[in-house]
């Protein structure tokens, strides 16, 4: 008897729970009427189909193959859809248009005593956002620019010299993108603190920072394509609509993880937090010290030599409310996890594009010899371009952005949550609380825009159109993001970058070996 009634109940639940799911499939499938929209079957189910394809490494890929195949709209999700057509930008990312972060970006931050760190780019919340933004903006300027190019120079200069101790010298070949990334973590340091990480000068993955970093985007990525959403109903609550994507909850973020951190106990414990805490806990000591014996807050010996966190200190002398200690932090941590990653995957482009194409990369060399024999470029130890130079040289600037379109950072849609209204995008209408985005791989390779050869590194067509088709095409680009969430050290990335590449072509030759950069 007890058998019979246990092999019922099983069976009951077991229907129930089948019943359940496919309730929550066809809600899924039905949701917010998206099934008008194209797209793979089983990304309309779930968001699973969009975790394991990032899981794959590559889903610029897939996004390129699906907008050919479907059009300008697809479905990547339950609620997510991605536009191609350049027309979709102004709506989404313009400004005042409604439109905020969705959960996505929270499971970015790091952690500091158990709390969370949101950054200019991780925090969802407009109003925080622009708060901190105002607090720092001026240590962004193009004005602040000049001020920090001592500091790059500083490190390009022990790059150069170890490039040609460890590789050049010995005809050796060198993994060119990961060399890079070193050096674009040295140089964010430098500009950060006065001080870099160690990287170059070691030639190693100091304290394995640049490994775990890695390890983290890995995590990230995957994960972020899990972010459950309330649909709002009835009475709108704005702009929190997501819920915190559930597996960070439970992995890296849940409260046995937060206690050990606040005890210094994190395994998961970021290296460049630790970094962070150590350069602002010696800043910190040299400003109370400072004020203990009536110095000048405004001698610029108190706060530093003018690098960034001296910036930072100095803007919570102006908002002790609310540009605290933790803040302080957070700018300073951000700036390796944005700053170091994205400005060595840009580098690498351009310089695996420059190897690739050979007339481009001979072309480049001699208009940079031509500027140093003219005079455009002055002899410095080294061979170092300096900023105002090399916005002299047109096809360089041609070639770096090409690499740009053809290669930009983010390789996912930036996703933001249409408001409470819902909105029209590209004539079609899309209910509130619905995840849009564009991805930078598809936008930059539309042909009306770019040309029908969209596939081809040609720098050349940034030099041969007129002002208002440039016009056009800078508009179009969102390797850097758009609108105020505009990545605010995009300044600083195109600094590193547009000294780099010449400084490093009138010094060395290099050469293409299956994986690697041969430094000659």
């Not at 964010?188 to 775990?212: C, L, N, P, Q, W």
């Not at 005079?375 to 952005?401: F, H, M, N, T």
């Not at 040309?451 to 016009?471: A, H, I, M, N, Q």
């Amino acid at each position: 008897m007890l058998k019979v009634v246990m092999t019922a109940f099983v069976e009951r639940w077991l229907a129930a729970l089948l019943l359940a799911l496919v309730v929550f499939l066809v809600k899924n499938r039905f949701n917010h009427g998206l099934q008008r929209y194209p797209g793979p079957f089983l990304a309309s189910l779930t968001d699973w189909w969009r975790f394991f394809d990032v899981l794959g490494r590559r889903p610029e890929v897939t996004h390129i193959k699906l907008h050919k195949k479907h059009g300008d709209v697809v479905r990547l999700g339950p609620n997510v859809l991605s536009f191609a057509n350049p027309a979709a930008l102004r709506t989404i990312y313009g400004p005042s248009k409604g439109f905020v972060k969705s959960d996505f970006y929270p499971v970015q931050q790091a952690l500091a005593k158990g709390s969370r760190l949101p950054s200019l780019f991780s925090t969802t919340d407009e109003n925080y956002h622009a708060q901190l933004r105002r607090c720092i903006s001026g240590a962004f300027s193009m004005t602040a620019l000049i001020q920090y190019e001592p500091f790059v120079d500083e490190a390009m200069v022990k790059f150069l010299e170890q490039t040609e101790t460890l590789f050049s010298s010995k005809f050796a070949v060198c993994d060119f993108a990961r060399w890079l990334q070193w050096y674009a973590f040295d140089v964010i340091g430098a500009i950060t603190y006065s001080r870099r990480h160690g990287f170059i000068d070691k030639a190693e993955d100091v304290d394995g920072m640049v490994s775990h970093l890695g390890w983290l985007f890995s995590y990230v990525a995957p994960v972020c394509s899990l972010t459950p959403t309330i649909v709002p109903s009835g009475r709108l609550t704005y702009p929190r609509i997501g819920q915190t994507p559930f597996l960070d909850v439970l992995l890296l973020k849940n409260p046995i993880i937060r206690l050990l951190d606040r005890l210094d106990r994190n395994p998961f414990s970021f290296a460049v937090v630790k970094f962070a805490k150590a350069r602002m806990s010696e800043r910190l000591a040299v400003i109370d010290a400072a004020k203990q014996s009536g110095k000048s807050l405004d001698d610029t010996s108190t706060f530093g030599r003018g690098d960034l966190l001296s910036m930072f200190l100095k803007a919570k002398e102006a908002r002790p409310d609310f540009f605290h200690d933790g803040r302080v932090l957070t700018m300073a941590v951000s700036m390796a996890f944005a700053g170091s990653e994205t400005t060595g995957i840009s580098l690498a482009a351009v310089f695996y594009y420059l190897v690739q194409n050979p007339e481009c990369h001979h072309k480049l060399v001699r208009q940079i010899d031509d500027a140093a024999r003219s005079g455009l470029i002055e002899e410095r130890p080294g061979g170092l371009v300096s900023w105002a130079e090399s916005q002299k040289l047109p096809y360089l600037d041609a070639c770096i952005r090409e690499a740009f379109r053809l290669h930009p950072a983010p390789g996912l849609l930036l996703e933001r949550i249409v408001p409470p209204d819902g909105a029209h995008i590209c004539g079609e209408h899309i209910p509130a609380g619905t995840i849009v985005g564009c991805n930078a791989w598809v936008i930059h390779r539309r042909p009306e825009v770019f040309g029908d050869d969209v596939e081809t590194y040609r720098p050349e067509r940034w030099l041969e159109v007129s002002k208002e088709k440039r016009k056009e095409m800078d508009g179009t680009m969102l390797h850097f993001g758009m609108g105020s969430r505009t990545c605010i050290g995009k300044n600083i990335s195109l600094l590193d970058m547009y000294k780099l590449v010449p400084s490093f072509l009138r010094r060395f030759e290099v050469s293409y070996q299956v994986t690697s950069i041969l430094l000659l």
